[in-house]
């Protein structure tokens, strides 16, 4: 791809193309309509992963954020592994971007994503899943009375912040050897620990505003980005 250009907000093709991928999701038509991906889709995510990586810095000197497109930097692949599933759609109908903060893969640090699909946009902040050893220390941190404590006032200041959700419940009862009266049970039930925002307005998707939008959400949801960077 050319050289990375100052981030104008993807192009309403860029976000028919997913509607249509919804519609024709096979690899013919994908290769029909490559050049429309790579144009609309990849190419505006370039420019956007490059302004918002920088913005997040402001936030922690830690954060990274990559703009190739191969799927090891910030913009996720979007070719499904079809390998172990059921749903044999060759292409995920989303466009997901990635910025983290720690070393090794991306995925297991806590971050930021844009998720962008066609019915909007949408930021995270957090962690999806928990390795098993992450899991471990975040469970010790839940019940640590200095470290549960903060971990309850970060959730409460993002929530002050707007309406936004907090998820990674996952388990149904308290994990085997602590405490299923303890205060923060329900923390102890989850396998991850992430913030989803309110829903992006999707004009705002085709505005370079799309940055300052982002950016707004990621300083509310901060507090729990930083508790997982001392936890986990």
């Known amino acids: 791809m050319s050289e990375i250009t100052q981030f104008a907000g993807f192009p309403a093709e860029g976000i028919q193309f ?3 991928l919804a519609e024709n999701n096979g690899r013919d038509w994908f290769q029909a309509h490559k050049k429309t991906y790579q144009e609309c889709l990849l190419r505006p995510a370039q420019s956007f992963v490059q302004a918002m990586g920088e913005r997040l810095k402001t936030i922690s000197r830690g954060i990274q954020f990559d703009t190739a497109t191969s799927g090891r ?22 466009l997901r971007v990635m910025f983290w903060e720690g070393a090794g893969k991306k995925m297991e640090n ?8 066609p019915a909007g946009a949408g930021m995270y902040a957090g962690m999806y899943s928990f390795t098993k050893s992450q899991l471990e220390s975040y469970r010790d941190a839940v019940v640590d009375e200095t470290m549960g404590s903060s971990l309850i006032a970060a ?12 998820g ?6 308290a994990p085997r050897g602590y405490d299923a009266d303890h205060e923060r049970v329900e923390l102890l ?9 309110p829903a992006i307005e999707p004009a705002l998707m085709t505005t370079p505003e799309l940055v ?3 950016f707004a959400h990621c300083h509310n949801a901060a507090p729990l980005h930083r508790w997982l960077l001392g936890a986990v």
Request: charged share 30%.
């Open 18 to 20: 997913l509607v249509d």
């Open 155 to 166: 959730i409460d200041a993002v929530r002050s912040a707007g309406d936004y959700e907090i």
């Open 189 to 197: 039930k989850h396998n991850g620990l992430w913030a989803k925002s």
């Open 168 to 173: 990674g419940a996952h388990y149904k009862r």
């Open 73 to 94: 930097g910030s913009i996720m692949r979007i070719y499904r592994d079809t390998r172990f599933s059921k749903d044999k759609t060759p292409y995920y109908t989303y």
């Open 110 to 117: 806590p971050g930021f994503m844009l998720w962008i699909d």
């Open 212 to 214: 300052d939008a982002c």
